[in-house]
């Protein structure tokens, strides 16, 4: 077995994709899996298990349980300011404290399922360019909107993999609040550790790179096997 980290940004569900056909939350169904739910056109709720990442990673270690032969999954980057997981969380939902109640059970069957959590900043802000007192701000909001609910995390993965140099004052700041491992993003593999802090790139698999970074992926897949051109109307 060749060891695997495996990540996903932004599992949020933001309110902004609604109507667009992709899942509007997380949620757990009768018999306690893990199934997504989407709200259609007409007001029905559509509940299905094949269109998102969470529901087909499940899928695919109960047929293939070698995969994870210690019960690890991956490893969830969540922000804050829309919510959490598809429920409306944050300070400014007029159905927070209803909405802290429905996702508690489900944060709970994702940690005893495997799965982590780390933080993609609480406003998905540029980590790089904004000043310090934004980055104080924003951590702040993450503790009391999604760390009170997800627990402590020592992973920080910067969005837009724009990372804080770790000799800076951002850095440092970022540290104190407890993050150990701070994740970029490159296609190349990279590494670097210290005696306080581990920093790593992470090859992100997109549209972009499946078009762009075979050679890079190849490792991992086969980029032409996994791209479908049919169901993204490209010649």
Same mark, same amino acid.
């Given at each position: 077995?060749?060891?695997?980290?495996?990540?996903?940004?932004? %599992?949020?569900?933001?309110?902004?994709n609604h109507?667009?056909?992709i899942?509007?939350k997380?949620?757990?169904?009768?018999?306690?899996?893990?199934?997504m739910?989407?709200?259609?056109?007409?007001?029905? $709720?559509?509940?299905t298990?094949?269109?998102?990442?969470?529901?087909?990673?499940?899928?695919?270690?109960?047929?293939?349980?070698?995969f994870?032969?210690f019960?690890?999954r991956?490893?969830?980057a969540?922000?804050g300011?829309?919510?959490?997981?598809g429920?409306?969380?944050?300070?400014?939902?007029?159905?927070?404290?209803?909405?802290?109640?429905?996702?508690?059970p489900?944060?709970?069957?994702?940690?005893?399922?495997?799965?982590?959590?780390?933080?993609?900043?609480?406003?998905? %802000?540029?980590?790089?360019s904004?000043?310090?007192?934004?980055?104080?701000?924003?951590?702040r909001?993450?503790?009391?909107?999604?760390?009170?609910?997800l627990?402590?995390?020592?992973?920080?993965i910067?969005?837009?993999?724009? /990372?804080?140099?770790?000799?800076?004052?951002?850095?440092k700041?970022?540290?104190?609040?407890?993050?150990?491992?701070?994740?970029?993003v490159g296609?190349?593999?990279?590494?670097k /550790?210290s005696?306080?802090?581990?920093?790593? $790139?992470?090859?992100?698999?997109?549209? /972009?790179?499946?078009?762009?970074?075979v050679? /890079?992926?190849?490792?991992l897949?086969?980029?032409?096997?996994?791209? $479908?051109?049919?169901?993204r109307?490209?010649?």
């Open positions: 077995k060749k060891p695997l980290i495996i990540s996903y940004d932004d %599992i949020n569900y933001y309110s902004k109507g667009k056909g899942g509007d997380l949620i757990l169904d009768k018999n306690g899996d893990f199934a739910l989407t709200v259609q056109s007409d007001g029905t $709720d559509l509940i298990y094949d269109n998102d990442c969470i529901p087909l990673m499940e899928k695919f270690i109960e047929e293939h349980p070698d994870s032969p019960g690890v991956g490893t969830l969540l922000t300011y829309d919510g959490l997981l429920y409306r969380v944050n300070r400014d939902s007029p159905n927070r404290a209803e909405e802290i109640e429905a996702v508690k489900v944060i709970q069957a994702l940690k005893d399922k495997g799965w982590n959590f780390a933080s993609h900043s609480y406003g998905h %802000i540029h980590t790089k904004v000043s310090e007192g934004r980055v104080d701000e924003d951590t909001h993450w503790d009391e909107e999604a760390a009170s609910l627990g402590d995390t020592i992973v920080y910067y969005p837009y993999g724009e /990372y804080a140099a770790n000799d800076s004052t951002k850095f700041r970022l540290y104190d609040q407890g993050f150990r491992i701070f994740c970029g296609m190349r593999p990279y590494v /550790y005696e306080q802090f581990v920093f790593m $790139d992470r090859q992100n698999i997109d549209g /972009y790179s499946l078009r762009n970074h050679d /890079y992926l190849k490792p897949m086969s980029a032409a096997a996994v791209f $479908d051109k049919a169901g109307h490209e010649k």
